[in-house]
């Protein structure tokens, strides 16, 4: 199942990985950073594509989820392609102000999944989406995971 960056008015299901409200471990503390680092980054990339094409503006409830999913594809690579020609300034969004460091993951970050089409696969991937215990692994996890490539940079 894939899973979405989250702030932490989300609540705990596997779908959403939040960030660690006041962390105290080393491991966690890293962990918040990272996320809250790569959710900066999403939230730019958002807004720059935003700014330009009106598809990604507006509201996709009533679209077809696989529609949504290669209209957000085509819109990064378009963009892609205007910095490329245009030169790398356009994507200069160094501020001095900003605490958390650009992630350079952000690609890692999306994960395409796959919607069932039958009811049943429908009602057992919402009822999987909601289990806590399952949240809380996910999120222990990514904590191990981030930590583990951290030794290796």
Not at 35 to 54: I, S
Request: proline content about 5%.
């Amino acid at each position: 199942m894939g899973y979405y960056l989250a702030d932490v008015i989300y609540p705990r299901w596997t779908v959403f990985v939040k960030t660690i409200r006041c962390p105290l471990e080393e491991k966690k503390i890293f962990f918040a950073g990272r996320q809250e680092a790569v959710c900066k980054d999403l939230e730019r990339a958002f807004g720059v594509l935003q700014a330009r094409w009106a598809a990604v503006k507006g509201p996709t409830h009533l679209w077809n989820p696989d529609c949504i999913v290669d209209v957000l594809y085509v819109c990064i690579i378009m963009h892609s392609v205007i910095v490329e020609q245009e030169g790398p300034e356009l994507t200069d969004w160094t501020n001095e102000d900003d605490a958390a460091e650009p992630s350079h993951d952000v690609a890692t970050a999306s994960v395409r999944m796959g919607v069932p089409h039958d009811e049943a696969g429908r009602l057992q991937a919402h009822a999987d989406m909601r289990q806590q215990d399952a949240h809380i692994q996910l999120q222990k996890d990514l904590i191990e995971e981030l930590w583990t490539r951290r030794g290796a940079r």
